[in-house]
């Protein structure tokens, strides 16, 4: 237990270290090693676990490949909580407009406009001069300042995802050893679960592209990461009774916990982006 805990406690240092250092990617390679590492250092772990301080070794490596990749993934929901923010002081608002098409009407294609309060009937799309004026003030006043007048209640949203994650991890771990109840039921139900929130991904930012549905998902996604660790949690535990102390299960299930951690927080981050527009 204790290996598997100072486990996670070393890999989420190091992810919050390289996080900081990198606040966006400055090209396509940059991410495209990221992730390749991330993946590579994935089947590092897998290969090494037994073997020590190989493991140590590869569990460094996937942190710092997911926290250099984590900097960049926080900037881009930053940068779109701040354009939800930005719209909102501008007095921008959306609303769904149909247009019918075909014979007698029959193909509905419903999408979103843009308007300004009080001039509904004045609506632009989200490629109009208008837009485009927008955005250029938004990247003019609000990116390409040091500190600009979102930053701090957009800083004030990362703590409160960094608290909840913190408030979630102890509550599924005191859960879990007060409980008597065995969890491993969760494995395939949370398996399952997880692929379905891909694949739901997958298609809303392919087809759908509905900030709703992306607000939606992350809620299914704390969901799914929450009992997570509470599988993961009940998984130390079980170990823990058996006896096992061997290297291969503390780093299998810490690699699992950290990964658990650092994708809860990402989805209560954009459950809060989302939910500001």
């Known amino acids: 237990m204790?290996?598997?805990?100072?486990?996670?406690?070393?890999?989420?240092?190091?992810?919050?270290?390289?996080?900081?250092l990198n606040k966006t990617y400055e090209t396509f390679t940059e991410k495209f090693i990221t992730i390749l590492g991330a993946f590579a250092s994935i089947i590092m772990v897998w290969v090494f676990g037994d073997m020590y301080p190989h493991n140590i070794v590869a569990c460094a490596f996937l942190s710092g490949f997911v926290g250099w990749s984590l900097g960049p993934t926080i900037g881009y929901?930053?940068?779109?909580?701040?354009?939800?923010?930005?719209?909102?002081?501008?007095?921008?608002?959306?609303?769904?407009?149909?247009n019918k098409s075909g014979f007698w009407g029959t193909n509905n294609n419903k999408h979103f406009v843009y308007y300004f309060k009080g001039d509904e009937k004045n609506y632009?799309?989200?490629?109009?001069?208008?837009?485009?004026?927008?955005?250029?003030?938004?990247?003019?006043?609000?990116?390409?300042?040091?500190?600009?007048?979102?930053?701090?209640?957009?800083?004030?949203?990362?703590f409160q995802a960094m608290l909840?994650?913190?408030?979630?991890?102890?509550?599924?771990?005191?859960?879990v050893y007060i409980s008597p109840y065995n969890f491993n039921f969760l494995g395939i139900i949370l398996f399952i679960s997880l692929i379905a929130l891909i694949i739901m991904r997958l298609l809303n930012a392919l087809i759908f592209k509905s900030a709703k549905q992306m607000l939606y998902q992350s809620y299914?996604?704390?969901?799914?990461?929450?009992?997570?660790?509470?599988?993961?949690?009940?998984?130390?535990?079980?170990?823990?009774?058996?006896?096992?102390?061997?290297?291969?299960?503390?780093?299998?299930?810490a690699v699992n916990i950290y990964l658990d951690i650092i994708n809860l927080f990402i989805e209560?981050?954009?459950a809060m982006g989302e939910s500001s527009q």
């Open 220 to 253: 299914f996604g704390i969901v799914i990461f929450t009992l997570y660790l509470v599988y993961d949690f009940d998984r130390l535990k079980q170990a823990n009774a058996a006896g096992d102390n061997s290297w291969g299960t503390a780093v299998d299930i």
């Open 268 to 270: 209560l981050l954009i």
């Open 124 to 158: 632009f799309g989200p490629r109009s001069k208008k837009m485009r004026a927008l955005e250029d003030e938004f990247n003019k006043n609000v990116l390409s300042v040091d500190s600009d007048p979102y930053n701090q209640v957009w800083q004030n949203v990362v």
């Open 164 to 175: 909840s994650t913190c408030i979630a991890v102890f509550t599924t771990m005191l859960v």
């Open 77 to 98: 929901i930053g940068q779109k909580f701040k354009w939800y923010r930005f719209l909102k002081d501008k007095g921008v608002k959306t609303k769904q407009i149909s």
């Open 2 to 20: 204790v290996r598997t805990f100072g486990i996670v406690g070393c890999m989420l240092i190091i992810s919050t270290i390289t996080a900081r």
